[in-house]
């Protein structure tokens, strides 16, 4: 099993910064994409950055230029950096995990693995 564990959340004002965290614990081995989501009041869960193992990463074209996702595959830890801060930002961000991701890093089904989710605020 592997669990995931996200912090960083806030609220913040548009045009401000917030950097997200995901710790993994247990089995962490073969974890081989990581992705965040989010997901708005009244509105379907979204991906919106992942990685996979050797670094490649893709983007939403709604954050791109804007946000960064990591890992440090020694600290088994994902990030997600997020600058230019946006009101349509604000969610509930989660963290997704894979060993296999036949599914590609945005599609929800891929993942098995899933984080609580942190709280991201807005405002305009």
């Known amino acids: 099993q592997l669990q995931l564990m996200e912090s960083g959340g806030g609220s913040v004002q548009a045009g401000g910064s917030l950097g997200l965290s995901c710790a993994t614990s247990g089995h962490t081995y073969g974890v081989y994409c990581m992705s965040w989501f989010r997901q708005a009041p009244g509105k379907e869960r979204e991906a919106v950055a992942g990685?996979?193992?050797?670094?490649?990463?893709s983007y939403a074209d709604s954050v791109k230029g804007r946000f960064t996702i990591s890992r440090e595959n020694a600290k088994n830890t994902l990030y997600l950096r997020m600058n230019s801060l946006k009101p349509e930002d604000t969610g509930m961000y989660y963290c997704?995990?894979?060993?296999?991701?036949?599914?590609?890093?945005?599609?929800?089904?891929?993942?098995?693995?899933w984080g609580q989710g942190t709280q991201v605020t807005v405002s305009s």
């Open positions: 997704a995990a894979a060993r296999s991701c036949r599914g590609g890093l945005f599609s929800a089904s891929t993942f098995t693995y």
């Open positions: 990685i996979y193992l050797d670094g490649e990463t």
